[in-house]
């Protein structure tokens, strides 16, 4: 069986590999064990200097700015949005006194009751399910406690005629503004409110988050596809714009990982009806890999070429929903992108290669897809490929205090911010392509989109 499964993943490999990129510059060889022990001791390095950086310069605050030695806030007060979004990467790289320092931050300072006029979105994927997992891990209920609390003030935020949320909401006031919204932040909150009232078994959230999400898949257009704006209270689209980046990306992961972790069938047919669609109307092969367009979700007509970091995530989400041939193909693209212009751009245009957007702010994404593929075909390649990612960022983007973001991949030179998904994502994908398969046991666990791991709540589905 064994030898069955391994021919078919080199037969995929040929298919792949025929173009330029490091599968053809014969890196293909066999990755040493050494060599994976030693990249997880470098990227555990890398997390305590990023982490002493904070501490040292940015304690308490949102954000460390590693050029500048100073701090970030998002809001008016801190959310601590760093130890909270570090604090799970702490744990499962084994970093016990990190995670000390961390969870000492969160339970002495954390506290929802400000003046703070918040992102429903962002602050659920990063600050709620850090919460979320860090009990799950710790079973400190002090987590739990935080993580009602701060549910609670978003609530209002569902108050719409549709019951899709605002993108605002005031912590204090429960006040909300900006209807117009976009399925991504619309129905990246289903993990997060489901899996509270899992925990809680107070239904009240994961009723308004399926409604939320749901009445997106109920506007979608006869294409499967959806738009990137929508009017929450009238329920018309403000864009007919679609592809599977930002403002719509996570919308389509979390209807598959819903599925995982709860186990409701609805989310499944939302999601293959929307994969197949993605698949028949997005999907653009080319010499270099898949790509993918964005195109009128209402006739499927391409309206544009540009693909970039954020688009890199769909290869992932397709190796764990079990289609390993787009998976490749479209790594392989991934990768082309990460090699071609020195590092990751923002976005470029495919048809052109002309870089749009030039910065690289240590994103996952491409090192996300490389997991995927990795722990669903066991092929070293993804380790490569890991690799010479998780290289390029120690080597470019460390500074004296912590890792900065690149603003132009083409010179290399740094700007001032390291945001929290660094933690959260960044180096927890890295870490997990090298460390033995039982320190994310996908059988048990799924990843949030800031990659805070949740138990599976169902018998397998
Ligand atoms: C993260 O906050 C999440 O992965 C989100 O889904 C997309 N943007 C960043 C990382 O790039």
Request: charge should be neutral.
């Amino acid at each position: 069986m064994r030898n069955v499964k391994l021919v078919f993943f080199t037969c995929m490999f040929c298919l792949a590999a025929n173009t330029h990129s490091a599968f053809a510059q014969g890196k293909t060889a066999r990755f040493p064990d050494d060599l994976k022990k030693e990249m997880c001791v470098r990227i555990k390095q890398a997390a305590q200097h990023a982490w002493k950086g904070y501490m040292t310069y940015a304690q308490g605050a949102d954000d460390l700015k590693p050029l500048s030695k100073t701090s970030k806030l998002w809001y008016k007060e801190s959310m601590l949005m760093t130890p909270v979004d570090a604090y799970d990467t702490f744990v499962m790289l084994g970093l016990d006194s990190e995670a000390m320092e961390a969870k000492k931050l969160i339970l002495e300072k954390l506290n929802f009751d400000t003046d703070n006029d918040i992102q429903v979105f962002e602050v659920t994927i990063r600050i709620l399910a850090g919460l979320i997992t860090a009990y799950e891990l710790d079973g400190d209920k002090k987590f739990l406690t935080l993580a009602i609390d701060l549910a609670d003030r978003m609530m209002p935020a569902f108050n719409s005629r549709t019951g899709m949320p605002y993108r605002y909401v005031h912590l204090q006031t429960g006040k909300t503004r900006d209807g117009a919204n976009n399925p991504a932040e619309i129905g990246s909150l289903m993990m997060e409110f489901g899996k509270l009232s899992k925990l809680t078994g107070d239904e009240k959230y994961y009723r308004a988050a399926k409604k939320a999400i749901m009445e997106v898949y109920k506007r979608k257009a006869k294409t499967g596809l959806v738009g990137e704006k929508i009017d929450i209270n009238s329920g018309k689209w403000l864009s007919n714009q679609s592809h599977i980046s930002g403002y719509i990306d996570s919308y389509y992961e979390y209807l598959y990982k819903c599925w995982l972790l709860f186990g409701d069938a609805d989310f499944k047919k939302a999601f293959d009806t929307h994969n197949a669609a993605i698949k028949k109307y997005l999907v653009d092969t080319t010499d270099h890999g898949w790509f993918l367009k964005q195109v009128n979700m209402q006739t499927g007509k391409q309206t544009g070429s540009s693909y970039g970091a954020l688009d890199a995530f769909y290869a992932g989400l397709c190796a764990y929903a079990g289609d390993i041939k787009t998976a490749i193909h479209i790594q392989e693209a991934n990768f082309y992108m990460w090699t071609h212009f020195n590092m990751e751009p923002e976005s470029f245009d495919y048809k052109t290669n002309k870089v749009s957007s030039p910065y690289y702010i240590l994103r996952p994404e491409n090192l996300e897809s490389c997991f995927y593929l990795f722990r669903k075909s066991e092929h070293s390649d993804y380790l490569w490929m890991a690799k010479q990612m998780t290289d390029d960022i120690l080597k470019h983007c460390f500074t004296e205090a912590g890792y900065a973001s690149i603003k132009d991949v083409k010179t290399l030179e740094q700007f001032d911010s390291m945001e929290s998904f660094f933690f959260a994502e960044t180096l927890k994908y890295a870490y997990l392509m090298f460390a033995p398969l039982s320190a994310a046991d996908l059988k048990k666990i799924v990843f949030n989109t800031e990659a805070h791991p949740f138990n599976i709540e169902s018998k397998k589905p």
